[in-house]
Nanobody
């Protein structure tokens, strides 16, 4: 059973930094990891893609976080990270780790597994 467990959320003042982690496991050997990513959902807003990384290492960022956030993986590729710098109040949201785990991969990131979410609160 695929499991995604986020950690690292919390409260920080504007201009500060946080690093989110997502430990992922439980893949059946017959399935492929098609990509990993981070989404966020602020109160009253739709869930939005923050950043993703494909199985080939191609990274995508939302325009609102470019230059401030960095997505990465550990060498064993069992933990996904999101380094968040220069945080603003607009970054306040629940952040979700997401993974696309399938028999075959498509051309775009389409997650079908989600973590439980971790709260990030940025105060002014």
């Amino acid at each position: 059973q695929v499991q995604l467990v986020e950690s690292g959320g919390g409260s920080v003042q504007a201009g500060g930094s946080l690093k989110l982690s997502c430990a992922h496991s439980g893949y059946r050997y017959s399935l492929k990891q098609c990509g990993l990513g981070w989404y966020r959902q602020a109160p009253g807003k739709e869930r939005e893609l923050v950043s993703s990384i494909s199985s080939r290492g191609t990274m995508i960022y939302a325009d609102s976080v470019k230059g401030r956030f960095t997505i990465s993986q550990d060498k064993a590729k069992v933990t996904l990270y999101l380094q968040m710098n220069s945080l603003t109040t607009e970054d306040t949201a629940v952040y979700f780790c997401a993974a696309g785990i399938r028999l075959s991969c498509g051309t775009s990131f389409a997650p079908n597994y989600w973590g439980q979410g971790t709260q990030v609160t940025v105060s002014s």
